[in-house]
């Protein structure tokens, strides 16, 4: 075999072995979990450390933290990179040292952000186990993401549009609402879909902020548990807990899954979608 | 209707002022047409600028006169496009530009911090060498600078908005679809809509970066006649790259050449002169196309 053809054989065959373990790891989910999962499942409460019962009030908590994180990020995301971008020059020492510190947010393990946030906002700030704290934690924790998405949306769009807008007399904060975001808005999207992907899938930075309580939550600040908590528990903690384990585990793929399209779709809508109206 | 934006009557009426052989040149400043009063619109002494410890221009003087085209010549890399740039202060935007010597506008000191940037853009505007439309419609591409300058009257917009349109010999090609996007239109098109868009805020100069090089012949040629068609009621300061063209439309030519790995002007004077009679060796061989 010519040097070229192993090379073309090693490049398929990881790109087989990749798509295989994902395949592996649905089926097994897919056939363990689908029989347990029913209307029902979705939208009755857990009984008996759910071994039986459903995951309304799991779904409820796991939406809720989800909230609190992207509305406390996003918002944090957007403005960073905007400063990063647009506001200071990308080899300015206060950038470097911003991007720097990013990059090494994003490598650190969850589980060092779960007792950060246990440290900080359950017991400094006084908030508990609650999902406000598992939120606030989950938002330290995905902000890398949606600001290295936010700032290569922007810095991807087209300097000519800065120089005309200029040109033409206007400032830089218009430029930025009315020509910038706009047409960043495919990276926004993508950065923010991510970002979710990856709070929602989050269980170490959690067990430690929002905590194990199943029950439905009454408000923010009451302990709640995570699709992914629950699924950790049921399969560590709680003998015979499995077969539920799998159904909430397909729950969660299926709506990482969508998140993912959606996002793709998104993006690639408002690629092909050459205008913007305003 | 305001005066200010062209008619196709122009009430400055250059043929009868200018016999089809000269019409590059304006003769002797007395004789010369009205579009160019013989008043000083930029003063510009010994205006350097640096990128960084790199020089992009050095020394340059010349002033540019109210009303007429001037054109800038010279090989790429030698500073017109950062000379231009000075004018509207658009190196603010560069960061570590660093501009020194005197640039008066009107007498107004142009390189002082506390210029209101934002309306000095609006009198002087500028158009590139890359057709730049935002994407948006066609419409909103005009609208946009407008409101951002405080018009938001609809009825006062679409009046401008026609007026200008009409003046670039868009409208009748686009009036059916103000509200589709202007980055459907063909490259000539979009120079046109970007004229326009400049045209809307009223400004009194305009500064074009090779405003024809991205275009193919005939649209560059309905561009130009465009340029020819401003002359009198705007400043025009063009850049280009196109000698033949330069001498069609330009009342004044400076022509620069890099020296010392710096820009400089070699020569400046009336268009006819620098193509016909040059003064400098380096000029004559560049208009006669031996060097640059």
Redesign the interface.
């Known amino acids: 075999m010519s040097k070229n053809g192993i090379a073309t054989f090693l490049i398929w065959l990881s790109a087989c072995l990749v798509t295989g373990v994902f395949l592996c790891l649905l089926m097994d989910i897919i056939s363990q979990g689908l029989a347990g999962l029913s209307w029902a499942y979705l939208v009755e409460s857990p009984q008996d450390a759910g071994r039986s019962g459903g995951i309304a009030s799991i779904i409820v908590s796991s939406g809720l933290i989800l909230l609190v994180a992207i509305a406390t990020a996003a918002p944090l995301g957007l403005a960073t990179a905007v400063l990063l971008t647009e506001f200071t020059t990308q080899n300015s020492t206060f950038g470097r040292f911003v991007e720097r510190s990013l990059d090494v947010l994003a490598g650190i393990p969850s589980i060092v952000f779960g007792l950060f946030g246990n440290a900080f906002f359950c017991i400094y700030l006084g908030l508990g186990f609650s999902m406000l704290s598992g939120g606030l934690t989950l938002a330290c924790m995905v902000l890398p993401i949606l600001i290295r998405s936010a700032t290569e949306g922007l810095r991807s769009t087209p300097n000519d549009y800065r120089l005309s807008a200029a040109a033409l007399g206007m400032t830089r904060t218009s430029a930025l609402i009315h020509l910038l975001l706009p047409t960043a808005i495919p990276a926004l999207v993508a950065g923010l879909m991510l970002g979710i992907g990856r709070a929602g899938a989050e269980t170490a930075a959690l067990i430690f902020t929002s905590g194990y309580v199943d029950r439905m939550p009454d408000s923010l600040m009451d302990s709640g548990r995570a699709l992914s908590v629950h699924i950790y528990d049921l399969s560590m903690n709680v003998a015979g807990g499995d077969a539920n384990a799998n159904s909430a585990a397909l729950v969660l793929i299926t709506f990482l899954f969508i998140i993912n399209s959606v996002s793709s779709s998104l993006a690639n809508h408002w690629m092909h979608r050459r205008i913007i109206r305003l | 209707m305001n005066p200010l934006f062209i008619e196709s009557a122009t009430p400055l009426d250059l043929a009868e002022h200018k016999t089809p052989e000269e019409s590059y040149t304006l003769g002797p400043i007395q004789t010369g047409p009205p579009c160019c009063v013989p008043r000083t619109l930029f003063s510009i002494k010994n205006l350097s600028l640096n990128y960084g410890s790199t020089p992009a221009l050095k020394n340059i003087s010349l002033d540019i006169y109210e009303g007429c085209i001037t054109a800038l010549i010279g090989p790429s890399g030698c500073g017109k496009t950062s000379f231009l740039s000075t004018l509207?202060r658009?190196t603010d935007?560069i960061?570590d530009c660093k501009v020194t010597g005197d640039i008066r506008f009107n007498d107004i000191n142009l390189r002082s911090s506390q210029l209101d940037v934002?309306?000095?853009?609006?009198d002087i505007?500028?158009i590139?060498q890359?057709t730049?439309p935002?994407?948006?419609?066609i419409r909103?591409n005009i609208e946009?600078?407008l409101r951002?300058?405080g018009i938001n009257k609809n009825s006062e917009l679409n009046v401008i908005l026609q007026q200008v349109l009409q003046d670039v010999g868009l409208w009748e090609e686009v009036k059916d679809r103000l509200d589709?996007?202007a980055?459907?239109l063909s490259g000539g098109q979009q120079q046109r809509l970007?004229i326009a868009?400049?045209l809307a805020?009223q400004p009194k100069v305009l500064l074009m970066d090779e405003p024809c090089s991205a275009l193919d012949p005939l649209s560059s040629a309905v561009v130009e006649d465009l340029i020819n068609r401003l002359r009198g009621r705007y400043t025009i300061i063009i850049v280009t790259h196109n000698l033949a063209q330069a001498k069609r439309i330009a009342n004044y030519a400076g022509f620069f050449w890099v020296s010392e790995r710096a820009g400089c002007l070699i020569e400046f004077g009336q268009c006819k002169q620098i193509f016909e009679a040059p003064a400098h060796e380096l000029t004559a061989a560049y208009v006669n196309g031996s060097r640059g």
Not at chain 2, 118 to 122: A, F, P, T, V
Not at chain 2, 134 to 137: K, V
Request: proline share 10%.
């Open positions: 509207n658009l935007m960061p934002l309306n000095l853009r609006r505007g500028m590139f890359k730049m935002f994407p948006l419609s909103r946009l600078p951002e300058h589709s996007s980055l459907a970007c868009r400049a805020l």
